[in-house]
């Protein structure tokens, strides 16, 4: 056989396999299906404890928000798939008006400021530097990934986590699961 037949055929092979390690790994680690999750309060007590900081350089106590249904998405202006979802959490913001969405910058202040003047974030939005990754770690984080999101009832208690990229779609369902 010629040898760039050979060799054509082992980037044929080589591409098939990448492709399918992508969707397993995809499909089993990146939004697993966690259910709905009866952990404690004490999950979530270090979030309604704490204080943040808005993107106009405010401390706001995380404890107004309590007793209401919350999405919270941590993400990074480095984090392409957090910048990819941005645009469908500014939707889901917009049109679900019983679950307040709080975006959660690992981040500086001067580099979130310098991306939302591009691209805009249409709903609450704080800065935790290097105390959002212990904060998202505390929320059921254990893999380290960003964005993390989660959401929570207004018991307090963890309803659901998403590693990954959130898909407009699977959040509307999820939501409509858990709410009825």
């Known amino acids: 056989m010629n040898k760039n037949i050979k060799f054509i055929l082992l980037l044929i092979l080589v591409g098939i396999f990448a492709g399918f390690s992508g969707y397993l790994i995809k499909k089993n680690n990146v939004n697993d299906d966690l259910g709905k ?30 007793g209401k249904w919350l999405l919270i998405n941590f993400w990074a202006t480095w984090c392409a798939p957090c910048r990819e979802e941005i645009p469908e ?32 974030i249409n709903y609450s939005s704080f800065i935790a530097e290097n105390e959002g990754v212990e904060l998202s770690q505390s929320l059921g984080n254990d893999r380290g990934i960003l964005p993390f999101s989660v959401i929570i009832s207004p018991d307090k208690k963890i309803e659901k986590i998403f590693y990954g990229k959130l898909e407009l779609n699977q959040l509307n369902q999820t939501l409509k699961a858990l709410t009825q």
């Open 37 to 66: 999750m009866n952990v404690s309060n004490n999950k979530t007590d270090t979030l309604f404890k704490s204080e943040i900081m808005s993107v106009d350089g405010e401390k706001v106590l995380f404890s107004k928000f309590e």
């Open 89 to 120: 959490l500014n939707e889901f913001a917009h049109t679900n008006k019983d679950v307040k969405t709080i975006a959660i910058a690992i981040d500086d202040l001067e580099s979130v400021n310098k991306f939302t003047k591009k691209i805009p």
